[in-house]
């Protein structure tokens, strides 16, 4: 598992940009050829941006295990949690996360206004502007492009890792996909229910989502779903919640769906911290491979 971490985690660790996410797919499809397994790419392409899942397995078994494989962008705000099973309060980190990285592009704007002027200077106004120039245009590309964390374990690297290590044990009659535009929205997974159809209802969904290195692991299923979670939450020591509210939640993603993550019960809801920072570097590894091991035995019966 060790070596599993340091490919995804480290060696791969940022897939944010298309390069980056090109690489990634690259890289692990490779790994699966070479085991004898035939991966699939499904694409779509979406207000410019091209979503881009990775299938593995049995596409038509009953159940499929994924993991979001993207990576967000740096958290400025102080004190960020991430909340599992709250979209909603995800969803307002993020919109002002992307306030705050606009905050760092207005004053590249303000410059360029001035530069307009810069015949008309005298030489120490040209030599002060030029400086200024210097230091707020890599602020204004932080701001424009705004990057991912060097390392993203809670955020999911450690999921990919443990999804990676499933496909390699090639175990019969279960999909796999890694997905992609999940670490902000549900935009990936709403592919993979739009490429089921009417046949999502049919299957089992298992999501996976920081594990790295929080306080519990738990298993969170639906009313569909709630025996399948607590059998599942056995096999890997975790804690087990069933909602009977699944709006705002990844349990809402499709009509059978078993979400396990890691996180903190504070007040009755479940908080992930120090992740999309440079803090989200701590892992369990020891957790991992039981976790892996767990879901595989689940898997096989």
Request: charged share 20%.
């Amino acid at each position: 598992m060790k070596e599993t971490i340091q490919l995804i985690g480290i060696t791969l660790g940022r897939r944010k940009s298309r390069y980056s996410k090109v690489q990634f797919i690259n890289t692990i499809s490779q790994s699966f050829l070479d085991a004898g397994l035939k991966p699939e790419l499904n694409q779509k392409s979406k207000l410019g941006a091209k979503i881009t899942n990775l299938f593995v397995g049995d596409m038509d078994a009953d159940t499929i295990v994924i993991a979001g494989y993207d990576t967000p962008s740096r958290i400025l705000q102080r004190g960020y949690k991430y909340y599992p099973l709250d979209q909603k309060k995800n969803l307002k980190a993020e919109n002002s996360n992307i306030f705050l990285h606009l905050l760092f592009i207005v004053p590249a704007v303000i410059d360029l206004f001035f530069l307009r002027n810069f015949a008309n200077l005298s030489g120490t106004g040209k030599t002060g502007m030029i400086i200024l120039t210097i230091i707020l245009f890599p602020l204004a590309l932080y701001g424009i492009f705004m990057p991912t964390a060097r390392f993203n374990y809670n955020r999911n690297s450690i999921s990919v890792a443990v999804l990676y290590s499933l496909v390699l044990q090639n175990i019969c009659k279960v999909g796999y996909v890694f997905a992609d535009y999940t670490a902000s929205t549900y935009v990936g997974y709403n592919q993979i229910r739009d490429f089921y159809g009417t046949d999502e209802r049919n299957k089992t969904f298992i999501i996976l989502d920081a594990l790295a290195n929080s306080k519990d692991i738990y298993v969170v299923g639906s009313k569909q779903t709630s025996k399948e979670a607590r059998k599942l939450a056995g096999m890997i020591s975790a804690k087990v919640k069933i909602l009977d509210q699944v709006d705002h939640t990844p349990l809402q993603l499709f009509t059978k769906t078993i979400y396990i993550t890691g996180g903190e019960d504070v007040t009755d809801e479940l908080q992930v911290s120090n992740c999309r920072s440079n803090q989200d570097y701590h892992v369990d590894v020891e957790r991992c491979e039981n976790i892996r091991n767990g879901i595989s035995e689940y898997l096989k019966h």
